[in-house]
């Protein structure tokens, strides 16, 4: 009986393997985007990584806040005022403001939205840049212009990095000397009246100017309720008598086409060719240059 119980027992085990390889293959195949699918649904970072995670998300932000920011000290040295460790004594003398606070602190950051002044002047990073161009005709000093006008800007688009602004400007009409800088303090002292920049035109008429008439705006007179001082006046030598240079520091707009008009002569022509000591020579009409390092540090003397 045993035997037979254990002969028994050998014929049923095959066919329960089979049975189970059977349903075995009935089973759909294993699927590496089903085990992910599921995975993602279930998956749950440790509460350690998630910390970690979180810490470094925080740090990668706090560098981005950090990279617009520059060490006081090198705002300074690459305003071209000094080297950094003298940047240095000088800000802990108290020369430098942020916003209007002095600062003496070491490894102080700032930004470039933020006013830095040193020894009471307003200083920018940025390289300096000086450019002077010979203006043509029918170009109007601005920026940008909503009726698509030809700019001033069109001409020297290439001639510096740095976004450099003309100093003053020149009617469409006008042609001669314009200077482009992003030297915001030189820009504001050679515009204003008080320091008195001269500006040298040479000027065509519809007709001669009287001697009676050149008198007249060679002395003090009064426009548009206002005082006219006009620094010099005469005929050009060997040219026709409505041919006229005039020397003004005035900044008022159209000035000098004003004051002939009212004496009552049209400029058909005027042409700026002297501009803070700054003159045309071998500078053609439409182009430009950038100025040599002697001719910046006269503009700062004035």
């Not at 050009?236 to 002939?260: A, D, L, Q, W």
Request: some cysteine.
């Amino acid at each position: 009986m045993t035997a037979k119980s254990n002969s028994s027992r050998g014929r049923q085990n095959p066919s329960v393997k089979k049975e189970k390889k059977g349903n075995t293959t009935n089973k759909k195949p294993y699927s590496k985007q089903t085990s992910k699918s599921s995975k993602d649904k279930n998956y749950r970072l440790h509460p350690q990584k998630l910390k970690n995670y979180k810490k470094n998300s925080s740090s990668t932000s706090k560098s981005n806040v950090d990279s617009n920011e520059i060490r006081l000290n090198k705002y300074i040295a690459n305003a071209g005022i000094c080297s950094r460790r003298e940047a240095d004594t000088f800000i802990k003398s108290g020369s430098a403001t942020v916003n209007g606070k002095i600062i003496t602190e070491m490894g102080y950051k700032v930004t470039l939205d933020d006013e830095v002044r040193f020894d009471g002047t307003l200083i920018s990073p940025e390289t300096k840049r000086y450019v002077l161009m010979n203006k043509p005709k029918n170009y109007i000093t601005t920026m940008n212009d909503e009726r698509g006008r030809k700019t001033v800007m069109e001409l020297i688009h290439n001639a510096a990095k740095e976004r450099i602004y003309p100093v003053g400007r020149l009617d469409r009409l006008t042609t001669g000397l314009l200077l482009f800088t992003n030297d915001g303090e030189l820009a504001k002292k050679l515009t204003h009246p008080k320091h008195q920049v001269k500006k040298l035109y040479h000027v065509n008429l519809d007709k001669k100017l009287s001697m009676r008439d050149l008198q007249k705006i060679s002395e003090n007179f009064v426009l548009d309720g206002k005082m006219v001082f006009v620094d010099k006046i005469s005929y050009i030598e060997n040219k026709p008598k409505n041919e006229i240079g005039i020397e003004i520091h005035s900044g008022r707009n159209r000035i000098v086409r004003k004051v002939f008009e009212h004496f009552g002569y049209n400029v058909t022509r005027l042409d700026r060719v002297v501009f803070a000591g700054l003159t045309k020579k071998n500078l053609s009409r439409g182009h430009w240059r950038h100025l040599t390092q002697q001719e910046i540090n006269n503009l700062k003397m004035i």
